[in-house]
């Protein structure tokens, strides 16, 4: 089975310019999320879905930042403008959950991360 | 916010010897994952634990749920030179969505 597709896997781009970030989730996963991952604060999540619906934006660094996720195989996190201190790992990761419910099997799997670099 | 402990941060060993790391929370966890990242890469999973007191073994890998459902355990046994990489402990609450992730371990084997 194809794991989480995240394109690109790596992006250089000059700052204000826009970044869109692409994921795929597991097929049958009805949870995805966005992390970001730098060497100073760790993995951060910065939003997550449920059903398609956004539930979670709190992690959204500020309004720059933007999330999507029309269908349930397909996601966007967009950076607009972008800043060098964006420049980090983004992760996409699914999962399935029922209503928040542990069940056997409730864990959460990632891509391969797009590395950012603003300059 | 509720945080994850997970310790040591770092570690470098002989090849061949055994590693432990833990991970303890201020809360109670329903579920206790293990990952772990190359460089370059994503986390990769590794052993995923659903009850406490629960043992779970994958090769040479071994993790635990604590009986506490606050803490978890991860051994390495006889470690080899591509067991280097970054260990990742996260948990997960009946009842939310959020899965949160240790700060992780570090793991260097020197040959």
């Known amino acids: 089975d194809a794991g989480v597709i995240q394109s690109p896997r790596h992006e250089v781009t000059e700052m204000g310019q826009e970044v869109t970030l692409r994921c795929k989730p597991i097929?049958?996963?009805?949870?995805l999320f966005w992390y970001r991952q730098t060497m100073m604060r760790g993995l951060e999540l910065l939003i997550y879905?449920?059903?398609?619906?956004?539930?979670?934006d709190s992690g959204m660094p500020e309004d720059r930042f933007s999330a999507k996720m029309p269908n349930a195989s397909f996601s966007t996190l967009k950076i607009q403008p972008s800043e060098p201190r964006d420049s980090a790992v983004y992760f996409c990761?699914?999962?399935?959950?029922?209503?928040?419910?542990?069940?056997?099997?409730?864990?959460?799997?990632f891509g391969e991360g797009s590395w950012l670099t603003v300059v | 916010g509720q945080q994850l402990n997970q310790s040591p941060q770092s570690m470098f060993i002989q090849e061949g010897e055994d590693v432990s790391m833990n991970c303890t929370s201020s809360?109670?966890?329903?579920?206790w994952l293990w990952y772990k990242q190359d460089p370059g890469e994503g986390p990769v999973l590794l052993i995923a634990?659903?009850?406490?007191?629960e043992l779970t073994s994958n090769g040479r890998l071994t993790a635990q749920f604590g009986i506490t459902r606050k803490d978890s355990f991860l051994n390495i046994s006889a470690s080899i030179p591509s067991d280097v990489g970054i260990y990742f402990c996260?948990?997960?609450?009946?009842?939310?969505?959020?899965?949160?992730f240790g700060t992780g371990t570090r793991l260097k084997v020197l040959a």
């Open positions: 097929s049958g996963h009805n949870s």
């Open positions: 990761a699914s999962s399935w959950t029922n209503n928040g419910l542990v069940l056997s099997g409730n864990t959460i799997y």
């Open positions: 634990l659903y009850k406490a007191g």
């Open positions: 996260a948990g997960h609450s009946s009842g939310t969505y959020k899965y949160i």
């Open positions: 809360s109670i966890f329903n579920t």
């Open positions: 879905f449920n059903n398609n619906v956004p539930i979670d």
